[in-house]
């Protein structure tokens, strides 16, 4: 009898624990495939505010009709605050501004997210581009080009550089009136061609071209990726392979060994770009880095000097002051740029810091969630993406006049706080590799430009967009004029 009762209650037991584990783990389920969205089922921290627009589509039309002023991402701050939700290019997204968002993120490559650009983007870069290389190959490429593109390395790039640029500004002068925009990108494409793959017969017709090439690649980035003759993405990759041909020929052209792109190329067993369409994706990578961002900082660098004549006139004293002695000896340029190492100038180094504050090219970056964790008061899931602003976050930081170009800001800038809130090569694994070459150029482009010429903007109130890239809303007209 006892025995009866006993085996009825183990029986009861099991058969409610069954029911009960059978019900738990079902309504568990539930929550996590119906709303796997909506909040942590551990902490409960909820998702970002936000909407997730249209079933597959999300918000892509607004996304592609607004992100190129910033209005996107500005109109749902407005809304939801500096974190929100949303969807396009059919990724889950979280947006972030703040500086200390910002920062988790970037420094949590490789463990807590990992690069993801949108999946035009991906294509057109292909695999060996850094930008989207995962580790370990990323951090094993990394160590292979930083070699080449560190200051010391560079600095004997120089010469090249000044060659490329008097050469330019000579154009520049003597044409009645130039197109800054397409100038600036002309000269860093014959720069970067010149210093990245060595000294080649490059003319004026194939640089035109090749920038409007990489226009094109850029413009690409953004966009649906669907080959249909006609839209963005199908002309990007006929653009990528007519900026091939040219790289080909280069190096086949080219007579000096030691280059990047030379080495790249010349590479045999190389244990990260181990194909050739690896090493090709690589170089288009590189030369793109190199030609729209600093054009685009020596176009707002040299529009900003314009409406600013009191910042020209502190800078023309600091230069002249700094190359007094060398100048007596020999007054051509090309000479005395030379002779000193420019990077002391802390006057020049404060304008391109203040134009890289208001105009930070790359406005901003994408990764994926690798594993799910807490941002502020809200929950990162895994596999949803995460977008950062870099431009927004230059706006939001409170600095006095934030939106003023004031390059003494600078001096007194010693507080860690504002020298983080100020990221335009990115941060952590992922930071630009191009930051030496890409300062090198642009202070040695901004001493001559200001040693050499005068200049009066032609177009009023130049506007920029954003995105991809910042760039001119419509030309800007300038005229170049000798300094004598
Ligand atoms: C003013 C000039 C430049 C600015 C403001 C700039 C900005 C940036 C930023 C913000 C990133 C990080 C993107 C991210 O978080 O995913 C980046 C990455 C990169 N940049 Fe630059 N860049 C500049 C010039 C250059 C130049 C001259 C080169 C090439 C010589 C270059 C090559 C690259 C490459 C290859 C990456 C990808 C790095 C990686 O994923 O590990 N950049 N750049």
Known sequence: MTYALSTLLITIRDVFLLVWNVTFKTILHLIRTLIPSYRNQITMEPLPPGNMGWPII?????????????????????KYGSIFRTNFLGMNNIHIRDVS???????????????????????????????????PD??????LVRP?????????????????????????????VIDLYNAAKHLTMKCGCAVLIGENGLNDDMIDETSANFITFGDGFFQLPILIPGSKYYQATQAKKSILQTVYKLHRENTS????????????????????????????ELLFGAQETAACTITCAVT???QNPHVFKKLHDEIDEFYKDVKQEDDNVETWILSKDFRVLGYLTNIIKETLRLFPPIGGGFRKILRPFVLGEYWIPKDWTITYSIQCMHEDSDMDNVTDFIPERWDSITQAAYISDFLPFGAGPRSCV???????????????????????????????TRVPIVKPEQPIMVKMMDAK
């Open 58 to 78: 999300g918000e892509t039309i607004d996304f592609l009709r607004k992100s190129q002023n910033g209005d996107f991402f500005k109109e749902r701050y407005a």
């Open 101 to 135: 968002h910002v920062k988790k993120v970037l420094l949590g490559e490789h463990h807590l997210v990992a690069t993801c650009w949108p999946p035009a983007m991906r294509r057109l870069l292909g695999s060996g581009a850094l930008a989207t290389m995962l580790d």
């Open 138 to 143: 990323h951090r094993q490429l990394r160590k």
């Open 148 to 176: 080449y593109l560190n200051a010391e390395v560079l600095s004997s790039a120089k010469d090249a550089m000044v060659k490329c640029v008097a050469a330019e500004l000579l154009k520049w002068k003597s044409a009645p």
């Open 257 to 284: 060994k030691a280059s990047i792109i030379s080495q790249i190329y010349g590479a045999t067993e190389d244990k990260v770009l181990r194909t050739q369409a690896e090493k090709d994706n690589f170089v288009v």
């Open 304 to 306: 900003l000097l314009e």
């Open 434 to 464: 191009g930051r030496d070459y890409a300062l090198q150029f642009i202070k040695l482009a901004l001493i001559m430009l200001v040693s050499t010429c005068r200049w009066k903007l032609q177009t009023k109130e130049p506007t920029f």
